[in-house]
């Protein structure tokens, strides 16, 4: 096994590696449940499951650890075109898991990572429905390939490349905390759902979209959302409804983006149920693989075309390989056998209850909103201007690392303000609680300097 002192590690890393999410000086080494631990010993409660919700099912849960170990031992790639029982296995638990009206009733390419199942969802519409559109929305993220990027509409990293033609934008999710047009709900009527069958219309040649693609809580580009943790309630129903009629009537396909919000981490297996959502093509990664690279892009059955069946169409060598779908068919398993998500919606209500008083009490905190274990907390300068508070954010975070806590910042769609909570689904309630504390007394340090 490889041994490295933290300095060797940072030096060698920085010398031969390009971090493009950014650097950080902890050398990471290994983890337990809600902990990992850096090469000097140090502990961190992982507020972030690392990256936006991977860890999921915890750090080396030991289903997870005997289910790879053991594949493994028997074989570790297959041409893709062979059938392998671990492919099968895996792909009749996503179907039994997925969202209605895919429930045993879908198909799915296996990727590795939630960009390909964004390409592969994409490809599959337009060559589904033979038009050649898409419209996403301000703010979202899909995916860091060249042609998902134009599906932002501004980000930093979108700087210097040219937008997949066709690609379209409409405003973000109802984000009643910021409405875009300055209205209240419920007197806007549900405007910002309205934008699309506005856009249909208008802003695109006539029955040339293939799909609208969207996350069910716009995650990297802020947790914009709902202004509380009860979705369920207007206007986030409403507004999914008028989604989904409009994409019926327009002849256009809806996918739900659920690579953030998927594997119980809302409260319910799926981003999308929450709000009763029925998507035509939902994609999943991050938590599918519990920390290993799995991806799906999941299609109601009947949509599926004779000749995607076997005929040759869309390769990614490394998707659904052997050691990869044990991976994934351990963290189903958990997500069912653990109920992830009832833990996921305990949790979260609990946290929720402690934090949302923030808004009163902390004078940086403008908005805390969220669903499940899908958390945001927005900072702000000042509460009646709501001027984005950038640099406490990326204060807070860095306190938080000091005193053994890593958390989300938002960076995609120019809002770095948002702080994002994804601890692992079964987190204990004694480490939800310290982590908790330690974020509070992070803010309280940050606010005191402003
Ligand atoms: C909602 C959403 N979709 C897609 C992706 C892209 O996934 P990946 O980085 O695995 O390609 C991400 C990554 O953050 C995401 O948050």
Redesign the pocket.
């Known amino acids: 096994m490889i041994k490295m002192t933290t300095e060797q590690a940072i030096e060698k890393s920085k010398k031969w590696c390009l971090h493009g999410w950014g650097f950080i000086p902890i050398a990471v080494d290994s983890a337990k449940g809600a902990v990992f631990k850096d090469l000097n010993g140090k502990e961190y409660l992982d507020f972030l499951s690392q ?2 919700g991977v860890l999921g099912i915890g750090h080396t849960h030991p289903k997870m650890v005997a289910y790879v170990k053991e594949q493994l031992e028997k074989i570790q790639h297959v041409l893709t075109g062979f059938v392998i029982p671990p492919r099968a296995e895996f792909g009749e638990k996503l179907a039994a898991v997925a969202p209605p009206p895919l429930t045993n009733n879908c198909m799915m390419y296996i990727a590795c ?6 390409e592969t969802a994409l490809k599959m519409a337009m060559l589904i429905t033979g038009k050649k559109e898409v419209i996403s929305q301000y703010h979202a ?4 390939t060249l042609a ?1 990027m134009g599906l932002l509409a501004q980000a930093p990293h979108r700087k210097g490349f040219l937008r997949y033609p066709g690609f379209h934008n409409i405003p973000a999710t109802p984000y009643c905390y910021r409405c875009y047009q300055g209205k209240k709900y419920p007197d806007c009527d549900h405007e910002c759902a309205r934008q699309l069958e506005y856009h249909l219309k208008w802003g695109v040649e006539e029955d040339s979209v293939a799909a609208f693609i969207q ?1 069910p809580i716009t ?2 580009g802020g947790h914009m959302g709902p202004n509380d943790n009860n979705h369920e309630k207007e206007p986030d129903k409403v507004y999914h409804k008028i989604i989904r009629e409009t994409c019926d009537k327009y002849n256009v396909l809806y996918i739900s ?1 659920e ?3 998927g594997m119980g981490r809302m409260g319910k297996n799926w981003g999308c149920m929450v709000y009763d959502m029925k998507p035509d093509i939902f ?1 999943t ?2 938590a599918l693989g519990g920390g290993l690279p799995v ?1 799906a892009a999941v299609i109601r059955k009947d949509l599926v075309p004779e000749k995607m069946k076997e005929a040759q169409w869309h390769i990614f060598t490394m998707g659904g390989s052997p050691i990869t779908m044990a991976a994934g068919i351990a963290a189903l398993e958990v997500l069912v056998e653990e109920n992830l998500a009832e833990k996921a919606k305990r949790q979260g209500e609990r946290i929720y209850k402690v934090i949302k008083e923030w808004e009163n009490t902390h004078k940086i905190v403008g908005e805390v909103r969220g669903e499940g274990l899908f958390i945001g907390i927005e900072l702000v300068k000042d509460k009646k201007t709501k001027e984005k508070a950038i640099d406490a954010a990326g204060a807070v975070f860095s306190k938080c690392l000091e005193k053994g806590l890593l958390l989300g910042v938002s960076a995609v769609g120019g809002w770095g303000n948002v702080l994002k909570l994804k601890p692992p689904l079964a987190i204990p309630d004694d480490q939800a609680d310290k982590g908790i504390a330690i974020i509070e007394e992070a803010i309280k340090e940050v606010e005191a300097k402003m």
């Open positions: 990256t936006a990572g939630g960009s390909e199942a964004n993220y899909h995916g860091g998902l996350e995650g990297n983006d690579v953030q919000c994609t990664a991050k991806s």
